[in-house]
Protein backbone atom coordinates (compact mmCIF):
# COMPACT_ATOMS: atom_id res chain seq x y z
CA UNK A 1 0.00 0.00 0.00
CA UNK A 2 0.97 3.15 -1.29
CA UNK A 3 0.22 7.10 -0.44
CA UNK A 4 0.33 9.10 -3.47
CA UNK A 5 0.00 13.15 -2.19
CA UNK A 6 -0.89 15.90 -5.43
CA UNK A 7 -0.19 19.64 -4.78
CA UNK A 8 0.38 22.46 -7.43
CA UNK A 9 -2.98 22.73 -8.47
CA UNK A 10 -5.06 25.86 -8.62
CA UNK A 11 -6.28 28.88 -11.04
CA UNK A 12 -4.19 30.08 -14.48
CA UNK A 13 -5.16 32.31 -17.27
CA UNK A 14 -4.71 30.97 -20.52
CA UNK A 15 -1.34 30.54 -22.01
CA UNK A 16 -0.02 30.15 -18.77
CA UNK A 17 1.96 26.97 -16.68
CA UNK A 18 0.92 25.08 -14.08
CA UNK A 19 3.87 22.20 -11.97
CA UNK A 20 2.31 19.79 -10.19
CA UNK A 21 4.01 17.35 -7.86
CA UNK A 22 3.07 13.83 -7.05
CA UNK A 23 4.67 12.64 -3.64
CA UNK A 24 4.54 8.81 -3.30
CA UNK A 25 5.14 7.41 0.34
CA UNK A 26 6.80 3.98 -0.95
CA UNK A 27 10.31 3.05 -0.62
CA UNK A 28 10.11 0.96 -3.73
CA UNK A 29 8.93 4.02 -5.84
CA UNK A 30 11.39 3.16 -8.87
CA UNK A 31 9.31 -0.52 -9.48
CA UNK A 32 6.37 1.74 -10.18
CA UNK A 33 4.29 3.18 -13.23
CA UNK A 34 3.38 6.73 -13.02
CA UNK A 35 0.87 8.47 -14.83
CA UNK A 36 -1.32 11.83 -14.32
CA UNK A 37 -4.81 11.06 -15.52
CA UNK A 38 -7.85 13.98 -14.86
CA UNK A 39 -11.48 14.06 -14.74
CA UNK A 40 -13.95 16.39 -15.24
CA UNK A 41 -17.71 16.28 -13.54
CA UNK A 42 -20.16 13.56 -15.26
CA UNK A 43 -17.04 12.48 -17.40
CA UNK A 44 -14.87 9.47 -16.86
CA UNK A 45 -11.52 9.82 -16.00
CA UNK A 46 -9.15 10.03 -18.85
CA UNK A 47 -5.34 9.87 -19.50
CA UNK A 48 -2.68 12.54 -19.34
CA UNK A 49 0.81 11.21 -19.07
CA UNK A 50 2.75 8.40 -17.83
CA UNK A 51 6.71 7.62 -16.99
CA UNK A 52 7.97 4.45 -17.16
CA UNK A 53 10.17 2.81 -14.01
CA UNK A 54 13.25 3.89 -15.11
CA UNK A 55 12.06 7.70 -16.71
CA UNK A 56 13.33 6.73 -19.92
CA UNK A 57 10.00 6.42 -21.68
CA UNK A 58 6.95 8.92 -21.21
CA UNK A 59 3.47 8.68 -22.88
CA UNK A 60 1.11 11.55 -23.58
CA UNK A 61 -2.30 11.65 -24.96
CA UNK A 62 -2.85 13.49 -27.72
CA UNK A 63 -4.39 16.27 -26.17
CA UNK A 64 -1.51 17.10 -24.25
CA UNK A 65 1.91 16.34 -26.52
CA UNK A 66 3.70 18.68 -27.19
CA UNK A 67 2.55 21.10 -23.91
CA UNK A 68 2.84 18.65 -21.11
CA UNK A 69 5.83 16.88 -19.62
CA UNK A 70 6.15 14.27 -17.19
CA UNK A 71 9.17 13.37 -15.01
CA UNK A 72 10.35 11.73 -11.82
CA UNK A 73 12.94 11.98 -9.44
CA UNK A 74 14.81 9.70 -7.19
CA UNK A 75 13.23 11.04 -4.01
CA UNK A 76 9.85 9.65 -4.75
CA UNK A 77 8.10 12.48 -6.77
CA UNK A 78 6.79 12.74 -10.11
CA UNK A 79 5.70 16.02 -11.93
CA UNK A 80 3.59 17.03 -14.19
CA UNK A 81 4.91 20.54 -15.96
CA UNK A 82 1.78 22.22 -17.65
CA UNK A 83 2.69 24.93 -20.31
CA UNK A 84 0.37 26.41 -23.02
CA UNK A 85 -2.58 25.85 -20.74
CA UNK A 86 -6.41 25.84 -22.43
CA UNK A 87 -9.75 26.27 -20.55
CA UNK A 88 -10.36 22.50 -22.11
CA UNK A 89 -7.59 21.26 -19.38
CA UNK A 90 -9.57 22.18 -16.23
CA UNK A 91 -10.40 19.90 -14.38
CA UNK A 92 -9.36 17.39 -11.13
CA UNK A 93 -5.90 15.90 -11.41
CA UNK A 94 -5.12 12.56 -10.33
CA UNK A 95 -1.72 11.11 -9.35
CA UNK A 96 -1.45 7.33 -10.02
CA UNK A 97 1.28 4.29 -9.38
CA UNK A 98 1.20 0.75 -11.57
CA UNK A 99 2.78 -1.99 -10.55
CA UNK A 100 2.54 -4.84 -12.80
CA UNK A 101 -0.02 -3.38 -15.41
CA UNK A 102 0.63 -4.64 -18.68
CA UNK A 103 -0.10 -0.77 -20.15
CA UNK A 104 0.55 2.77 -19.38
CA UNK A 105 -2.17 4.53 -20.51
CA UNK A 106 -5.26 2.42 -18.92
CA UNK A 107 -6.53 3.23 -15.80
CA UNK A 108 -7.45 -0.10 -14.81
CA UNK A 109 -3.77 -0.89 -14.66
CA UNK A 110 -3.23 1.64 -12.02
CA UNK A 111 -3.45 -0.04 -8.60
CA UNK A 112 -3.14 3.60 -6.43
CA UNK A 113 -4.41 6.69 -6.84
CA UNK A 114 -4.10 10.21 -5.14
CA UNK A 115 -6.95 12.25 -3.88
CA UNK A 116 -6.74 14.67 -6.85
CA UNK A 117 -5.77 18.32 -7.65
CA UNK A 118 -8.47 21.10 -8.62
CA UNK A 119 -6.77 22.78 -11.84
CA UNK A 120 -8.82 25.71 -13.38
CA UNK A 121 -7.67 27.37 -16.70
CA UNK A 122 -9.43 30.92 -16.94
CA UNK A 123 -9.87 32.40 -20.92
Known amino acids: QIQLVESGGGLVQAGGSLRLSCAASVRTFNTYTMGWFRQAPGKEREFVAA???????TYYADSVKGRFAISRDNANTVYLQMNSMKPEDTTVYYCAANRFGATMDQRADYDYWGQGTQVTVSS
Open 51 to 57: ISLSGRI
